[in-house]
């Protein structure tokens, strides 16, 4: 069954995960950004900050997953309520863009 997407409640979620960011408890902050993907799969920023996330830990795949999310959202549905410009994407590391494109190419 598709779930109904609920914009507000990944904001909610989002918000989350900054304040766990700052709190340096990442893990929290992780699976406060799966749920706002979860909750609201447009949402551009969450998959960034998933993808930067994964990232750290080391679970590259993982990230270039996340990040092609995040280049989906943007691309396919600018108009949805949390979708965010392609602007989001800088936060990347060059490595890590490197990685991406290699991914994305295959």
Not at 1 to 30: H, I, S, T
Request: net charge negative; glycine share 4%; charged share 35%.
């Amino acid at each position: 069954a598709v779930r109904e997407a609920r914009p507000y409640e990944a904001g909610a979620r989002f918000e989350e995960g900054l304040f766990e960011l700052q709190m340096k408890r990442k893990d929290l902050a992780l699976a406060a950004f799966q749920n706002a993907v979860e909750l609201e799969p447009f949402f551009s920023r969450a998959w960034v900050n998933l993808g930067n996330l994964l990232d750290e830990k080391g679970e590259r795949l993982a990230a270039v997953q996340a990040y092609r999310q995040a280049l989906e959202a943007t691309e396919k549905w600018k108009d949805a309520p949390l979708a965010r410009p392609e602007k989001d994407l800088v936060e990347l590391s060059p490595e890590t863009v490197e990685f991406v494109r290699a991914e994305l190419e295959r």
